[in-house]
């Protein structure tokens, strides 16, 4: 891998004083959740975008969540093809090794991954339309969603379709066998919500009103 | 979505708290960040474990990494089939749409997927070598680095293989045009690194020496 | 004290997310409660385990309950023998000084005390039977409970002493001369409570029957 | 015990609303922490005092903290003399079986224990005196705390007196020889704390100046 490079000094610098302050302040633990393995009670999926820091909003410690992230917070529907299925690997991890009590979606506002949903299936993404497109293949997962907004005024169809992955994510992952039974049983409980970045706001789906609303 | 659940209440609080001080003392820039879009520096592909906290190891602010999280850091070889490729959408969202600086992978002591995989090719898990195994077929990207391992003693191998996670994520990640073309552009630079959980440390990969080094 | 060291972060934004919303919320109530001094209705006894939050369960707030916890939720006989009785000292202020109206003694399932208790009983565990094994003499409490239950299947034996240490706790407390006073005065009343932590179970001893039942 | 009577009919309805509410959303978690035992992070020795809700002001989980009460947050003196030591129980207990990686030790204002041992100290309180009282007998253990502050201003001794009880307190842990051997071993870290049930405040003791300091 002659491609590798240093790690830019800044970070190293950041990277030097962690250790010298929240590693030195926490290493009792660090090293018993490296000894005896994690057991982490919720598992959240939520976006790569740099603006969304779950751990931040729940006050999450080390140990607490396992986190999948991906571009806008999508699951696939159950697919067992033999291929590789990263979102469907973490997915199976924390339901059925580490069995985790809750799966928390989370998606948020001015989600790129949601416009450019949107702008394909409007017609106005040509280039996401394309079959090398990982962008647009990954989000046809959201294609559903968007039949289910097409309809709403301009103006409320993107903040409804970033909504809408939520619920389709819920949706797929109810698809996955093992999980439905864990549900079903009681083991794990599912919950959608929906980060607006800039306003620091958190709503949750209510499936009795069939919306989302603030917690 | 007749299946979610309202969110347990000591998250609710813990929101809440959140919103009145990290969100008050910020809302400017989180304001700004979501007005004007995200423009991170780097991309960081992590584990999903609970114990890897990127952010909190390199005091990462909102908006300053594009992170992906997927079981092992993996990433899988360039494959346009028009399937659902996760990971490979957010590497190429990250590399053709923000342009990131910088693409970082981060591999990490004590990783369950990787010790999965090191069980499946001993022979040990055959429920991993199942088709319909999600974990077992995800894995299966890091054989490659298994056959660069598989000789070295026992002892040792494990924590190689973790390691070779990360060198045949860099490796796969040169098999995608575009990013090909930025790195050899000087547009953006690959980094390998290596968490080790309980104690707190951080090796780079150094192409010099064909090693991980401490940094 | 050197050795003091500052708290782990996450616990300090917790505690300013609590100060700015719950604390915020209800500063009139806290100050008139600092100001005015406490005026608990109940003391708890309950274990000191991470799994058993009575006031969770009781909903309760602020100045409610007067509460001790420590292993197994046991109280000692009288034996005012001039040395250091943590547990009878917490009685004495809650019937003395506080007058509380009822002292309720919580127990609950999984007890790691009332386990020990049996091991060491059973002689399983010789290293509680040492002088100087503090957990071991706490749970000599408990011997004359675990006589009464050693006949029973070895699969009844554990809930029943888990049981018996309400039931012992309740005769200890009866030893304190101003506690009985105040219990045949009618002024305080005592209550036996078992709590099953993973169904979320309540029980209360039923002298009537002389059993644990359902509330 | 005849002496038990029905809780009181305020605190079954609470119960049950908690059943059908916090516990129905929780179960899986709940049942996983019964089946799987506790793992927590922290041991907290706080007061009895129904004002001081150490869980409300960190956000805590269930199965977060392991927590002591006792009257004024006192820990007595390694004495293995054989007898019941309740609160020696409960240290011995967290660090040698659960191997919690904090111990952190909660004082606070208004604190009637330590009130009762000001009063008693100089001379006003003869009752406390009394070999029969229990509380006396076990604020004795902050005697040494108060001849570090008789010479104060009488406006400041109070609140001196109640932080030097927290220091009196981390003192004598550090005479349990298995808990000295966790923390110079880096197992296990102390921890100083002071709260202001009325502003809400919390500092923590800092060995540099000696000093408590608002966190």
Request: hydrophobic share 40%; aromatic share 8%.
């Amino acid at each position: 891998m002659e491609h590798a490079k240093p790690l830019p000094t800044y970070l190293v610098h950041r990277y030097h004083g962690w250790k010298a302050t929240t590693w030195a302040e926490n290493s009792a633990w660090y090293r018993r959740l490296a000894a005896e393995g994690q057991r982490p009670r919720a598992m959240v999926i939520s976006c790569c975008d740099s603006r969304v820091h779950v751990t931040s909003i729940f006050g999450a410690d080390q140990g607490e969540f396992f986190i999948h992230r991906n571009i806008a917070s999508l699951v696939p529907p159950h697919n067992p093809d033999g291929e590789h299925h990263g979102t469907s690997a973490a997915v199976e991890y924390a339901v059925t090794t580490l069995k985790v009590a809750h799966m928390i979606v989370v998606g948020h506002s001015y989600c790129g991954g949601v416009q450019g949903c949107h702008d394909m299936c409007t017609g106005q993404a040509p280039a996401l339309e394309e079959k090398t497109s990982f962008v647009g293949r990954w989000m046809d997962i959201l294609r559903p969603g968007f039949e289910r907004v097409k309809d709403l005024p301009e103006a409320e169809r993107l903040r409804a379709l970033e909504k809408e992955a939520v619920l389709v994510s819920l949706e797929n992952l109810m698809t996955f066998p093992w999980l439905r039974t864990a549900v079903e049983a009681g083991e794990m409980t599912l919950h959608g919500l929906w980060n607006d970045i800039g306003e620091g706001g958190l709503e949750q789906y209510d499936p009795g009103s069939g919306k989302f609303v603030p917690i």
